[in-house]
């Protein structure tokens, strides 16, 4: 009679529990690539380190400083002996058009040839359009610098992955500087510029790597952003980098060096124009699978309001290497300071408004 009197009572908590397990299994498997990153980006200061170069190297400007023997002996260098160095700046083309603008006007006085590499395919094998051959219009001023290749896009085969076709598209970029370089006359030197769209060198680095013989290979340290220059993550950029051009060299956007010269230049990571720029970039790059199934990451309203707030586009924590960097990461201060930017994006400030604080805004 006592059981039979408890078993009502057994079953209501019974049911709940029931539900509210399953419940949670439900949640764990759609959510699973999600709970492994947050636990491995929570605990990655106990168990991981960074991996970008060690040595730093000082970095010496200040406005109207040449770059002679003594701006070299400085950073520890020697001034070139030679004149006929030429300066390329190559980069791989996705949708970057405003970027790629600041990018070319910041290195024109000092950059002899812009090598782009444009695919009509994603990395992830999706078809996009060719924004630079589409706009090419807009960088007539730098016409006769200009050395252009197209790669044909294609869908990933059976094993392949979003990385195979990085590396293929960066070995096109390879190809391309060999074919350039050779035509030059024999005995030129050739420093090349190495570094995403939105890794944008500062033009004084430029004459300096241009003026000083820096050795074969220099990762150049960065000011790392974050949608604008309003959100600022910490001069934690590293993989740009000047090098010596051999016929042995590679275009590469891995570390080659411990060398690295401090405040080189800014990183604009995730600065487009408009909303489906950043959910191409979402689902077309090497790290897409960041996505982990969750469609509702691509809702515009909500890239929108992550963009305002300096939070992360996928929702996950800071990828630091300290608990310092990361919980100064976890709530950004937007910056008030546009000071010692590039130059072409102060002069045309109403164009790029959405690059400078208080410009989140973007179009649909």
Same mark, same amino acid.
């Given at each position: 009679m006592?059981? !039979?009197?408890?078993?009502?009572?057994?079953?209501?908590?019974?049911?709940p529990?029931?539900?509210?397990?399953?419940?949670?299994?439900?949640?764990?498997?759609?959510?699973?690539?999600?709970?492994?990153?947050?636990?491995?980006? +929570?605990? *990655?200061?106990?168990?991981?380190?960074d991996t970008?170069?060690?040595e730093?190297?000082?970095?010496?400007?200040?406005?109207?400083?040449?770059?002679?023997?003594?701006?070299c002996?400085?950073h520890?260098w020697k001034?070139?002996?030679?004149?006929?160095?030429?300066?390329?700046?190559?980069v791989?083309m996705s949708?970057? $058009?405003?970027?790629?603008?600041? *990018?070319?006007?910041e290195?024109?006085?000092?950059? #002899?040839?812009?090598l782009?590499?444009?695919s009509n395919?994603?990395?992830?094998?999706?078809?996009?359009?060719t924004? !630079?051959?589409?706009?090419?219009?807009r960088?007539?001023?730098?016409?006769?610098?200009?050395?252009?290749?197209?790669?044909?896009?294609? =869908?990933?085969?059976?094993?392949?992955?979003?990385?195979?076709v990085?590396?293929?598209? @960066?070995?096109?970029?390879t190809?391309?500087? @060999?074919?350039h370089?050779?035509s030059?006359p024999?005995?030129?030197?050739?420093?090349?510029?190495? %570094?995403?769209?939105?890794? /944008?060198?500062?033009?004084h680095?430029?004459?300096?790597?241009?003026?000083?013989?820096?050795?074969?290979? /220099?990762?150049?340290? $960065?000011?790392?952003?974050?949608?604008?220059?309003?959100?600022y993550?910490? =001069?934690? %950029?590293?993989?740009?980098?000047?090098?010596l051009?051999? #016929?042995a060299?590679v275009?590469?956007?891995?570390?080659?060096?411990?060398?690295?010269l401090?405040?080189?230049?800014?990183?604009?990571?995730?600065?487009?124009?408009?909303?489906?720029?950043?959910? +191409?970039?979402?689902?077309?790059?090497?790290?897409? #699978?960041?996505i982990?199934?969750r469609?509702?990451?691509l809702?515009?309203?909500? /890239?929108?309001?992550t963009?305002?707030r &300096?939070?992360?586009?996928f929702?996950?924590?800071p990828?630091?290497y300290?608990?310092?960097?990361? !919980?100064?990461?976890? %709530?950004?201060?937007? $910056?008030p300071?546009?000071? &010692?930017?590039p130059?072409?994006?102060?002069?045309?400030?109403?164009?790029? *408004?959405f690059?400078?604080? &208080?410009?989140?805004? *973007?179009?649909?």
């Open positions: 006592v059981a !039979f009197l408890r078993r009502p009572r057994f079953t209501i908590i019974l049911i529990t029931f539900l509210f397990c399953t419940a949670v299994l439900f949640y764990v498997v759609q959510n699973q690539y999600h709970i492994k990153n947050t636990l491995s980006y +929570a605990t *990655r200061p106990l168990w991981d380190k970008g170069p060690k730093m190297i000082p970095h010496y400007y200040a406005e109207g400083l040449p770059m002679d023997a003594h701006t002996q400085l520890g001034e070139r002996e030679r004149s006929d160095v030429k300066v390329l700046d190559a791989l949708s970057e $058009l405003d970027l790629l603008e600041i *990018r070319m006007n290195l024109d006085s000092v950059v #002899d040839y812009f782009i590499v444009e395919g994603t990395f992830t094998g999706l078809p996009k359009e924004f !630079f051959a589409n706009n090419r219009a960088y007539a001023k730098f016409e006769h610098k200009i050395v252009y290749r197209f790669l044909p896009g294609y =869908p990933l085969a059976q094993g392949q992955t979003a990385w195979d990085e590396a293929n598209t @960066r070995a096109t970029m190809s391309l500087l @060999r074919d370089t050779r030059f024999s005995g030129t030197q050739s420093v090349v510029l190495m %570094s995403d769209i939105d890794e /944008i060198p500062a033009r680095t430029a004459e300096l790597v241009k003026a000083c013989d820096f050795g074969s290979t /220099i990762h150049l340290q $960065l000011r790392n952003f974050l949608y604008s220059f309003e959100w993550l910490g =001069p934690s %950029s590293w993989r740009a980098s000047a090098n051009w051999t #016929d060299t275009y590469h956007h891995s570390k080659f060096t411990e060398r690295i401090a405040d080189s230049g800014w990183h604009c990571s995730y600065c487009f124009r408009t909303i489906p720029e950043y959910i +191409a970039k979402m689902k077309g790059f090497s790290h897409s #699978d960041r982990g199934g469609i509702d990451l809702d515009p309203k909500r /890239i929108q309001q963009i305002c &300096g939070k992360d586009i929702g996950m924590l990828e630091a300290s608990y310092l960097d990361f !919980f100064s990461q976890m %709530s950004l201060d937007p $910056l300071s546009a000071v &010692g930017l130059r072409y994006l102060l002069e045309n400030a109403e164009k790029y *408004r690059l400078l604080p &208080g410009g989140c805004q *973007r179009s649909s």
